[in-house]
């Protein structure tokens, strides 16, 4: 299925009856009136706006000799430009390209700057033998307005400027499939404001337009900080302007990267128009119905759909229709699309929210049925397979008072939706060692989403194993996912565990780091310090972090 089948598929929510039922209060009115979903629909990633395929990237040599590399910043050491290893053939850094979206967040137009970059890894480390290639993709999310005035209205050549995009999301994704990536960046904004998170990388784009010899290029940096002013703030000061480019930058076409930061935003989103020709064509305009309310074609054409794989077997499909049917007030129709949706649980970890999202909508619906009992059941359901959301929360606190959770209302053992991957994912493995080692193999290759799966699946086969590593591994992925109060957790663990004398002296340093990085990120500073302390204490002595951990120790 094409990219943009995905761009809508957050509009699966449901929202609670607000009418007052016979003999309730004011205060359970408003608690009704809570079960609304929270977090609205998920925003509209556009397709590719504009595109920069082309830069030369520059560095300035410990020799004191400049090198040059197409698409990526050389080594300073000039031995690792030399090299005939292939990680070190990627340069210091490297993009296969950099393009921009937007999307439109409360009324705003936002900028989504990818870029795609080749990585990849080592089947023996150790020897740096046998490299299997990979592709990377970062994204940033930040206002348009930001963007666009990297290259300022008053722009004079030969004079460097910097801009801070404050970005409002960022994350970074290992060999991707690029047909979920807008719903996953519309996911990850919605994640940021529902939860009113603040992002932990910021990203400052360095611009230095040159002019000479009757030529003109653009020289810029995209510079990813940590989202604290103390970090950030020196490279926005006046007097470290002229510092920007003394040692590496990008250089390219003025013209093309005038066109990339400059490119025309769209005000809106365009919906699907026309006559549908195809099953793909049927899943869109049902979902281009539902969004401008015209329910009882979306039934139509979502039901059209459904007749044909892949979205025979897409839970989305019946979810969409659920909620349509749930609109024109077809509530018996709507519980069985309810069913058939959870029924087609996804293997794919990106879609694991939404899924969860539809067994809380089903939990809505069914409390708009006054089945209390069974809406009770859905929520807490929802909430014991790890849905993070401050409407399901609020729905049990208000609700659910008494209710005895006795067991999920949906069997995690059920078939699981094929249409999208064959993948069957951890759930059906049970193999302790296989599901440990697949969760290592994704953590070293920064799928996060994934290994924090399969080291879940660990401790459930064996909760009896106080396995040093397995929570070191859990709680380092749930720190890379911004769940930091999750990471603590784990790790604590995890050093609770090292008192057997489990975990490699090696690794204290990363566990005490990784725990400080967690606190640093909650506010807790003194705990945060003491933390690095225990870290540097276990040998954890590299440049950047010691630089960092001075800072915070000030």
């Known amino acids: 299925m094409k990219q943009y089948i995905f761009l809508l598929f957050g509009l699966l929510i449901v929202s609670g009856v607000s009418a007052q039922y016979p003999g309730q209060s004011v205060k359970d009115k408003q608690s009704t009136d809570n079960l609304a979903r929270s977090m609205g629909d998920l925003p509209m990633v556009s397709e590719t706006r504009a595109m920069l395929e082309f830069a030369t990237g520059w560095t300035l040599q410990d020799n004191g000799k400049w090198v040059s590399g197409q698409n990526?910043?050389?080594?300073?050491?000039?031995?690792?430009?030399?090299?005939?290893?292939?990680?070190?053939?990627?340069?210091?850094?490297?993009?296969?390209?950099?393009?921009?979206?937007?999307?439109?967040?409360?009324?705003?137009?936002?900028?989504?700057?990818?870029?795609?970059?080749?990585?990849?890894?080592?089947?023996?480390?150790?020897?740096?033998?046998?490299?299997?290639?990979?592709?990377?993709?970062?994204?940033?999310?930040?206002?348009?307005?930001?963007?666009?005035?990297?290259?300022?209205?008053?722009?004079?050549?030969?004079?460097?400027?910097?801009?801070?995009?404050?970005?409002?999301?960022?994350?970074?994704?290992?060999?991707?499939?690029?047909?979920?990536?807008?719903?996953?960046?519309?996911?990850?904004?919605?994640?940021?404001?529902?939860?009113k998170n603040i992002t932990s990388h910021n990203l400052l784009i360095a611009f230095l337009p040159v002019q000479g010899g009757g030529q003109t290029s653009a020289r810029f940096r995209l510079i990813q900080v940590m989202n604290k002013e103390k970090f950030y703030g020196p490279y926005l000061d006046i007097k470290n302007r002229d510092k920007l480019f003394k040692g590496s930058y990008y250089e390219s076409d003025f013209a093309a990267f005038r066109s990339f930061i400059n490119y025309s935003g769209g005000s809106y989103i365009q919906a699907f128009t026309g006559v549908p020709k195809s099953a793909e064509e049927y899943y869109k305009r049902g979902l281009s119905d539902y969004a401008s309310g015209n329910y009882v074609q979306a039934i139509t054409n979502l039901t059209e759909a459904s007749k044909y794989p892949p979205y025979s077997t897409f839970f989305l499909t019946y979810a969409y229709r659920a909620n349509a049917r749930q609109k024109v007030g077809d509530n018996a129709m709507a519980m069985m699309d309810f069913d058939q949706a959870i029924t087609l649980k996804p293997a794919e970890a990106n879609y694991y929210s939404a899924w969860l999202t539809v067994i809380y909508n089903r939990g809505v619906a069914k409390f708009n049925n006054k089945d209390k009992n069974g809406a009770c059941a859905d929520w807490n359901t929802a909430l014991q397979f790890g849905l993070k959301d401050v409407a399901n929360d609020q729905a049990i606190k208000d609700?659910?008072?008494?209710?005895?959770?006795?067991?999920?209302?949906?069997?995690?053992?059920?078939?699981?939706?094929?249409?999208?991957?064959?993948?069957?994912?951890?759930?059906?493995?049970?193999?302790?060692?296989?599901?440990?080692?697949?969760?290592?193999?994704?953590?070293?290759?920064?799928?996060?989403?994934?290994?924090?799966?399969?080291?879940?699946?660990?401790?459930?086969?064996?909760?009896?194993?106080?396995?040093?590593?397995?929570?070191?591994?859990?709680?380092?992925?749930?720190?890379?996912?911004?769940?930091?109060?999750?990471?603590?957790?784990?790790?604590?663990?995890?050093?609770?565990?090292?008192?057997?004398?489990?975990?490699?002296?090696?690794?204290?340093?990363?566990?005490?780091?990784?725990?400080?990085?967690?606190?640093?990120?909650?506010?807790?500073?003194?705990?945060?310090?003491?933390?690095?302390?225990?870290?540097?204490?276990?040998?954890?002595?590299?440049?950047?972090?010691?630089?960092?951990?001075n800072q915070v120790c000030k």
């Open 72 to 195: 990526q910043i050389p080594w300073k050491d000039p031995d690792l430009n030399k090299s005939s290893k292939h990680s070190y053939k990627l340069g210091k850094e490297n993009f296969i390209n950099l393009e921009v979206r937007d999307v439109l967040i409360n009324n705003e137009m936002y900028a989504v700057i990818i870029m795609r970059f080749k990585t990849g890894w080592y089947e023996f480390p150790m020897l740096m033998e046998d490299w299997h290639k990979q592709v990377g993709i970062t994204y940033y999310v930040c206002k348009l307005s930001k963007f666009q005035a990297v290259i300022p209205e008053k722009m004079e050549f030969n004079r460097p400027y910097i801009e801070n995009l404050e970005v409002l999301c960022d994350n970074t994704l290992i060999n991707f499939d690029e047909r979920y990536l807008n719903s996953t960046i519309a996911y990850n904004i919605h994640q940021i404001l529902t939860l």
């Open 399 to 549: 609700h659910c008072k008494g209710y005895r959770f006795t067991g999920p209302s949906v069997a995690m053992t059920q078939t699981v939706s094929t249409n999208l991957s064959n993948s069957s994912g951890p759930d059906a493995m049970t193999d302790y060692y296989k599901v440990y080692w697949e969760g290592v193999w994704k953590y070293e290759h920064g799928n996060f989403q994934d290994a924090l799966l399969y080291f879940n699946r660990a401790i459930e086969l064996r909760p009896q194993d106080k396995a040093f590593m397995v929570y070191y591994y859990r709680g380092t992925c749930k720190l890379k996912l911004n769940d930091y109060s999750g990471a603590i957790s784990d790790l604590d663990m995890s050093l609770a565990f090292n008192s057997n004398n489990q975990g490699d002296a090696s690794m204290m340093k990363s566990v005490y780091y990784n725990h400080g990085m967690a606190n640093y990120m909650l506010g807790n500073y003194a705990m945060a310090c003491s933390d690095f302390q225990k870290a540097k204490a276990a040998g954890m002595n590299t440049a950047e972090s010691e630089d960092f951990m």
